[in-house]
C-alpha cells in the first residue's frame, strides 16, 4: 500500500516563509510527476507547482519567484519552499504523486490528507 504523508503547514504572517514535505511510502516501484495543489474554501484545487522525474518544473503564475518545489528522490520525497507569503496563499495544500507501486504495476495518482497553511495580514 502507498501512502503520501506531508507535514510543514501552519500558520505564519504575510511575508513570512514555510515548507511543505511529502514523504511517499510503501511498495512503490517508480515515482513520475510529483507536486502540490491547494484549495481555498469556495474555490477549486489548483496546481501550485510540479515536478516530474527528469526534474521539469511548473508554477502557477501566481507563485513564480516566491515558491520552490524541488525533490530527493532517494527518499520519495517533494519539498515546496515559500517564501514572501500572502495571505491569498491561505488554503489547504495537497502533496500528489503518480506512483507505479508494485501492486498495481501501472502509473496511479496518489493524494496526501492536506497541510493547513494560513497566513495573515
Known amino acids: 500500500q502507498v501512502q503520501l504523508v506531508e507535514s510543514g503547514g501552519g500558520l505564519v504572517l504575510a511575508g513570512g516563509s514555510l515548507r511543505l514535505s511529502c514523504a511517499a511510502s510503501g511498495s512503490i516501484f517508480s515515482i513520475n510527476a510529483m507536486g502540490w495543489y491547494r484549495q481555498a474554501p469556495g474555490a477549486q484545487r489548483e496546481l501550485v507547482a510540479a515536478?516530474?522525474?527528469?526534474?521539469?518544473?511548473n508554477y502557477v503564475e501566481s507563485v513564480k519567484d516566491r515558491f520552490t518545489i524541488s525533490r530527493d528522490n532517494a527518499e520519495n520525497t517533494v519539498y515546496l519552499q515559500m517564501n514572501s507569503l500572502k495571505p491569498e496563499d491561505t488554503a489547504v495544500y495537497y502533496c500528489?504523486?503518480?506512483?507505479?507501486?508494485?501492486?498495481?504495476?501501472?502509473?496511479?495518482?496518489?493524494w496526501g490528507q492536506g497541510t493547513q497553511v494560513t497566513v495573515s495580514s
Open positions: 515536478i516530474n522525474s527528469g526534474g521539469r518544473i
Open positions: 500528489n504523486a503518480q506512483i507505479t507501486s508494485l501492486r498495481r504495476g501501472a502509473p496511479f495518482n496518489y
